[in-house]
């Protein structure tokens, strides 16, 4: 039976290849989608939803804008690394019409409250603090909350310490894992040291364009802007996805491994956004989250494009030359 699953997004490139990955899966069904305020503004967001389940064919699937703004700060895009519209400075075609009235966590708590459902975050938490705060009931119905976000073992990509979903919007991510140690629950947390094993080359982009060509001219016209500004930042030559591992390990969780352990959230000074994982358990407080700490990237590559070019994986033989040496779990 398939597993039934919101996704709360940003998009935001990297999300948008998540979502991608995430309505290719047999084993998922994606009854909504909810929108945050993050890499792109709130309606900017809710455009670019739009345009990728456009692209899916699957514009049966409904979208809930959410929160516009963090909790406690003045909200700061990500608009530098996705391009001026979130999607690489692609300008696909705007999709009229499909608006919806209910907001994101009125359809969160009225879906949560009608059966098992598990919850992808690939944004800011804000949308789930705010149900925290309105209907605690709902969100602990979730059945699993996977969340793209924090980090553990690397330096952030928008401070030295924080990870961009997280700073954002630290106060309701301080909100969710103190919530999930009160309940005895588990957030998983995908961390930017994970999901930076995770890079799309031009080679494996190359692949994929020869593989399926409306894809890969489709994927290579949103990730441009994605590839010019991690070499521009990095020296990179590629482009890290983070989002799509999520999805990865929530179809998959033998994709990744990890640990459970207590995690805090620093809400002000330099370090705000940063996640302190006590991996030690010197402050013998419950385990909250299940952190993340490595990845196979041949696995993932092998099950990401098996999704989105609808392929088996056997048929994707010379991914492993592709992927070099980069290692995978242990």
Same mark, same amino acid.
């Given at each position: 039976?398939?597993?039934?699953?919101?996704?709360?997004?940003?998009?935001?490139?990297?999300?948008?290849?998540?979502?991608?990955?995430?309505?290719?899966?047999?084993?998922?069904?994606?009854? %909504?989608?909810? $929108?945050?305020?993050?890499?792109?503004?709130?309606?900017?967001?809710?455009?670019?939803?739009?345009?990728?389940?456009?692209?899916? %064919?699957?514009?049966?699937?409904?979208?809930?804008?959410?929160?516009?703004?963090?909790?406690?700060?003045?909200?700061?895009?990500?608009?530098?690394?996705?391009?001026?519209?979130?999607?690489?400075?692609?300008?696909? =075609?705007?999709?009229?019409?499909?608006?919806?009235?209910?907001?994101?966590?009125?359809?969160?708590?009225?879906?949560?409250?009608?059966?098992?459902?598990?919850? $992808?975050?690939?944004?800011?938490?804000?949308?789930?603090?705010?149900?925290?705060?309105?209907?605690?009931?709902?969100?602990?119905?979730?059945?699993?909350?996977?969340?793209?976000? %924090?980090?553990?073992?690397? +330096?952030?990509?928008?401070?030295?310490?924080? =990870?961009?979903?997280?700073?954002?919007? #630290?106060?309701?991510? =301080? $909100?969710?894992?103190?919530?999930?140690?009160?309940?005895?629950?588990?957030?998983?947390?995908?961390?930017?040291?994970?999901?930076?094993?995770?890079? &799309?080359?031009?080679?494996?982009?190359?692949?994929?364009?020869?593989?399926?060509?409306?894809?890969?001219?489709? $994927?290579?016209?949103?990730?441009?802007?994605?590839?010019?500004?991690?070499?521009?930042?990095?020296?990179?030559?590629?482009?890290?996805?983070? /989002?799509?591992?999520?999805?990865?390990?929530?179809?998959?969780?033998?994709?990744?491994?990890?640990?459970?352990?207590?995690?805090? &959230?620093?809400? /002000?000074? #330099?370090?705000?956004?940063?996640?302190?994982?006590?991996?030690?358990?010197?402050?013998?407080?419950?385990?909250?989250?299940?952190?993340?700490?490595?990845?196979?990237?041949?696995?993932?590559?092998?099950?990401?494009?098996?999704?989105?070019? +609808?392929?088996?994986?056997?048929?994707?033989? &010379?991914?492993?030359?592709?992927?070099?040496?980069?290692?995978?779990?242990?």
């Amino acid at each position: 039976m398939k597993k039934r699953v919101i996704i709360d997004c940003d998009p935001g490139i990297d999300d948008s290849l998540a979502l991608m990955m995430a309505l290719s899966s047999d084993a998922i069904d994606v009854i %909504g989608i909810t $929108i945050v305020c993050g890499n792109s503004p709130i309606d900017m967001g809710f455009e670019n939803a739009k345009k990728i389940l456009h692209h899916m %064919g699957r514009l049966d699937i409904p979208i809930y804008k959410g929160a516009d703004r963090p909790l406690a700060k003045e909200y700061v895009n990500a608009l530098d690394t996705h391009g001026e519209d979130g999607l690489g400075e692609s300008f696909l =075609e705007e999709i009229a019409g499909y608006d919806t009235h209910e907001q994101a966590v009125s359809f969160l708590a009225r879906i949560l409250h009608q059966g098992p459902c598990s919850v $992808i975050a690939l944004g800011p938490l804000t949308n789930f603090a705010q149900l925290i705060q309105e209907d605690e009931k709902a969100f602990d119905a979730i059945e699993r909350l996977v969340s793209m976000g %924090g980090t553990y073992r690397s +330096h952030g990509n928008c401070s030295p310490v924080a =990870e961009y979903n997280y700073w954002e919007d #630290p106060e309701a991510a =301080e $909100i969710v894992y103190r919530h999930m140690e009160q309940t005895g629950k588990q957030i998983e947390m995908v961390g930017l040291d994970v999901t930076r094993q995770i890079v &799309l080359t031009p080679d494996l982009l190359s692949y994929i364009e020869r593989l399926d060509e409306r894809q890969g001219a489709f $994927i290579r016209k949103i990730t441009k802007f994605y590839f010019d500004f991690h070499w521009s930042q990095e020296h990179l030559i590629g482009c890290v996805i983070n /989002d799509p591992l999520a999805v990865a390990y929530f179809l998959d969780p033998a994709v990744c491994a990890g640990f459970s352990s207590h995690v805090d &959230l620093v809400t /002000d000074g #330099p370090a705000r956004g940063q996640t302190i994982v006590d991996a030690f358990d010197f402050y013998h407080r419950s385990h909250n989250a299940y952190v993340l700490t490595k990845c196979d990237p041949l696995a993932f590559f092998q099950m990401f494009l098996a999704l989105i070019l +609808h392929k088996e994986k056997e048929s994707l033989d &010379l991914l492993e030359n592709l992927i070099g040496d980069r290692k995978g779990i242990s």
